[in-house]
């Protein structure tokens, strides 16, 4: 949600009207999702998580993690999003939102033109400062183009309708002998986003790597859904924030990535759960990552 700080005197010295232009796209890039028109296409999300709890029926409600907290992260994500937006000068009247969206879009794109090849390096730059990753690992476009690899086939309806307007796409591509993070977004913001999530699922790897052929492929056909990515960008800010205020500050993030991608699908829980439920227990539990052989079982 605010990676683009990150890079905030680059930006600056590119275009000073940069750094909120990407405030107001990330907020409205959040809050859309509780806007009336995102709601007829895709569902409620209070009404969504309040039936990943209840229904048996919901693709979340065996997930420990979803099914007991989904909603509230989701709701403490909206909160965070609606009290940033005054200051940003984002509109949250369900009349005026949707028609701030557009020009929002507009005038962004309209900033970017001048700098799309200076931006693409700046986007790469930032993801090696945070992930440690060589920059020449990273294949980076802002373009209208961003479908690359084996995109899933949806599920429902709701999916398709969600598919058409899908503005950014993040992953692992092998090039010959190489793992290639490879990121695609209609906009700067979105680009870097791709290459952080291309960079946690290179990272992610490592874990998914020790499993047979067939397993990974049955794991990957039910996780990787693009159904599941509204659902996933409503609770996925809140939880990483909280993720990363107990995760230990003398390790880089990939290598605590690392070894959570290495856990059982027990010990993974245990820790998602403890994070949300008891920070200080979760932060025991990070300490002790990858200090035996046990925690990659």
């Known amino acids: 949600m605010t990676f683009h700080h990150l890079a905030k005197a680059e930006l600056d010295a590119l275009d000073p009207p940069l750094v909120r232009s990407y405030d107001q796209y990330a907020l409205v890039n959040l809050l859309q999702y509780w806007s009336l028109d995102a709601a007829a296409l895709l569902g409620w999300p209070p009404r969504y998580w309040r039936r990943a709890a209840t229904s048996p029926r919901h693709p979340f409600y065996h997930h420990p993690v979803l099914s007991r907290h989904g909603g509230a992260l989701a709701a403490?994500?909206?909160?965070?999003g609606l009290e940033r937006c005054k200051e940003k000068g984002v509109a949250t009247s369900p009349l005026l939102f949707p028609v701030q969206v557009p020009l929002v879009v507009a005038r962004l794109r309209a900033k970017e033109a001048r700098h799309r090849l200076a931006l693409?390096?700046?986007?790469k730059h930032a993801v090696t400062t945070v992930w440690g990753i060589s920059p020449d690992r990273l294949e980076a476009a802002i373009t209208?183009?961003?479908a690359?690899?084996?995109?899933?086939?949806?599920?429902?309806?709701?999916g398709w309708a969600f598919l058409a307007g899908v503005v950014g796409y993040g992953g692992v591509l092998r090039r010959g002998d190489r793992m290639m993070v490879?990121?695609?977004g209609t906009n700067w913001y979105l680009t870097a986003k791709e290459l952080v999530k291309g960079t946690a699922e290179l990272v992610c790897l490592h874990g998914l790597n020790r499993l047979p052929e067939d397993v990974y492929r049955r794991v990957v056909a039910a996780a990787d859904g693009i159904d599941f990515e509204p659902w996933m960008l409503q609770t996925g800010g809140e939880l990483?924030?909280?993720?990363?205020?107990?995760?230990?500050g003398d390790r880089p993030i990939a290598e605590t990535l690392m070894h959570v991608a290495r856990l059982s699908p027990g010990?993974?829980?245990?820790?998602?759960l403890a994070v949300i439920e008891r920070p200080g227990r979760a932060r025991e539990l990070m300490v002790g990552l990858g200090d035996s052989d046990e925690s990659a079982a």
């Open 76 to 80: 403490e994500s909206r909160r965070r």
């Open 120 to 123: 693409v390096d700046l986007a």
């Open 144 to 146: 209208t183009e961003v």
């Open 148 to 158: 690359f690899g084996e995109v899933s086939t949806p599920r429902t309806m709701s």
């Open 182 to 184: 490879v990121g695609r």
């Open 240 to 248: 990483w924030r909280r993720f990363l205020a107990v995760q230990p």
């Open 267 to 272: 010990a993974l829980e245990t820790l998602m």
